[in-house]
């Protein structure tokens, strides 16, 4: 029995629209159905499929909005039904953010996703007597959240969060549901999420207009010199959260979400309310690559990997690899735990001195229960051999955990650059228990300056002291970026990553953090500074002169020279 013959009343073109409308809406069904049963890594895999169900949500975007009135006296069309279509678009601009991490897509699902909320498409799914709707709605509130965070619209997220709490209650109150419990631990995770990410106090501030950005813009690209060559591109990355006792929110630790913003420019396109909320949405095909390996992306593609058991891991990795153009470069970001290996002194140091630690999965815990006793290699362990084989191109690899310097001696097996930065293995006493908060190593490569003001225990600013201090710290890249070009003994592999302004960024700020620790009265020892690998050349990069008096300059704005060392004072003796 089709729609139409519900309603004989229909004269011949309105049953010609409801029966296309049906058609259309069973047909996107299927297509974003579909969309799991996809492989998430690669690209030619996904493109086609999604550009056929983009195709068929415009359309019936449009064909609901066209024939409104007869959908609504002659098939019963209901608000939140509108509101489940604009919902799984704002969905289908997600997931393709996340499988092209071109920012400007964020955009889109916010404008779908602020037509819901604001239009009250699911205002009545409470009355509906269908628990159902309301987890729909729930599912909305939480999805809308992600990508506001994303966007770092806090005041926004702030009042989600609580609408969400309140919807919550009232999905408790009147269908008393069996998965009450899971809804509440979603708002405890947001909540201290929000926490966590909020370290510094930044004050004398309009909250409706003032937004924190740590993606790359024009004005924090680090400079460089314009003869210098440029040889590769960052193409390919994959970054890795598996920190046991980290916040996190829908797949994303702390460290995950700090990385990945780091590694993204600022959408180019900024949607103003009127646009937004007085506007209708309208979705339309992005524009795909069509096969062409040569067409720029704003940003490298990126596989955000939260807990993957090792085989997953070498699975993307893999992926990655293959994807990588002849002049592209890959980086992988691990934020783990270490496992530390069972010989302390050994040959071999692929795979004696441990890693970081990889999920276990029922069939890996199986294998372990095999293993014969005496065996030393741990397989829920991700190895610096287990990478070796992905040196044949060239890797940037980032270790932020307390067994870092298992990677400390990473060979160059194939001609191909190769950069390691390792994170110190230990941080002071007072602050252990802020790895739960996001790792120190990482702040420091997504903000330097909130990091400084962490380990100098400065956690409320003004809008004008910390724009202050930002200048000193633009100006110490700056003079980094020319004593990375001016430099004889630096390792020709840094050079050939530099011309790309997302590892140029990282390598800047590596500096920064190694000068910040290794002046900073608490940091006491090789453990507390991080390592690079191959190593920086001391004299003429990680202690310069220059660096370190714009460094004691920056804690002197911030009246808080007094926790670092004197000029001559310092004794280092830390392995870089």
Not at 450 to 475: G, R
């Amino acid at each position: 029995m089709s729609a139409t013959d519900l309603v004989p009343t229909m004269d011949e073109n309105e049953k010609k629209v409801v029966n296309e409308f049906c058609h259309l809406l069973e047909k996107s069904k299927q297509l974003f159905n579909g969309l799991r049963d996809l492989p998430q890594y690669g690209h030619k895999q996904w493109q086609s499929y999604f550009g056929r169900t983009f195709d068929v949500y415009t359309k019936l975007w449009k064909f609901q909005q066209q024939h409104r009135q007869i959908l609504d006296t002659k098939y019963g069309l209901k608000r939140w039904q509108i509101g489940e279509v604009a919902s799984k678009i704002g969905q289908l601009y997600y997931h393709y953010y996340l499988r092209t991490s071109e920012t400007n897509y964020l955009n889109e699902a916010f404008s779908f996703y602020s037509a819901i909320r604001n239009r009250g498409y699911y205002s009545k799914a409470n009355k509906e007597e269908r628990s159902d709707l309301m987890v729909k709605k729930l599912r909305f509130y939480a999805r809308f959240i992600v990508v506001c965070l994303l966007l770092k619209r806090m005041k926004l997220v702030k009042d989600l969060v609580k609408e969400l709490q309140t919807q919550i209650e009232d999905y408790t109150l009147t269908y008393e549901p069996e998965d009450q419990m899971e809804w509440s631990l979603v708002v405890g995770e947001i909540n201290a999420f929000l926490e966590s990410d909020n370290l510094i106090d930044i004050h004398d501030v309009d909250p409706n207009y003032f937004l924190l950005s740590h993606r790359l813009t024009p004005l924090n690209t680090p400079p460089l010199d314009k003869s210098t060559p440029v040889y590769l591109a960052l193409q390919e990355i994959i970054i890795v959260g598996n920190t046991a006792d980290q916040v996190k929110f829908s797949e994303l630790t702390l460290d995950m979400f700090r990385v990945l913003q780091t590694l993204e420019r600022e959408p180019q396109e900024d949607f103003t309310g009127t646009q937004i909320y007085d506007a209708s949405p309208a979705p339309g095909r992005p524009p795909f690559e069509n096969g062409d390996k040569n067409s720029k992306r704003d940003n490298p593609h990126k596989y955000l990997l939260y807990k993957p058991t090792y085989s997953q891991m070498n699975t993307f990795l893999a992926s990655g690899f293959k994807e990588l153009p002849p002049n592209g470069a890959m980086l992988l970001y691990l934020s783990a735990d270490g496992s530390l290996g069972n010989a302390k002194h050994t040959d071999d140091a692929a795979y004696d001195l441990g890693g970081v630690i990889c999920n276990s999965r029922k069939d890996a815990d199986i294998i372990n229960k095999n293993r014969r006793p005496g065996m030393l290699k741990e397989s829920n362990c991700l190895h610096p051999g287990d990478l070796y084989p992905y040196t044949r191109k060239p890797l940037f690899l980032i270790v932020d955990s307390d067994n870092s310097s298992a990677f400390q001696n990473f060979p160059n097996l194939f001609g191909q650059p190769v950069v390691c930065f390792l994170s110190p293995e230990q941080v002071p006493h007072a602050m252990q228990d802020q790895n739960q908060k996001g790792k120190l190593f990482t702040l420091f490569l997504h903000s330097p300056l909130m990091a400084f003001c962490l380990v100098c225990n400065y956690m409320s600013i003004s809008i004008a002291t910390w724009d202050k201090c930002q200048a000193q710290v633009n100006k110490f890249m700056a003079e980094a970026s020319k004593l990375f070009v001016k430099s004889r003994s630096i390792d020709h592999a840094y050079i050939q990553f530099l011309g790309d302004d997302f590892l140029r960024l990282i390598m800047l700020r590596f500096v920064f953090c190694y000068i910040v620790l290794i002046l900073h009265r608490g940091f006491k020892g090789p453990s507390y500074y991080p390592m690079s690998h191959p190593p920086l050349p001391t004299e003429e990069i990680l202690e310069h002169p220059v660096l370190c008096k714009i460094v004691l300059e920056l804690a002197t704005l911030l009246d808080c020279r007094h926790v670092m060392s004197e000029p001559g004072e310092v004794d280092i003796h830390a392995t870089t």
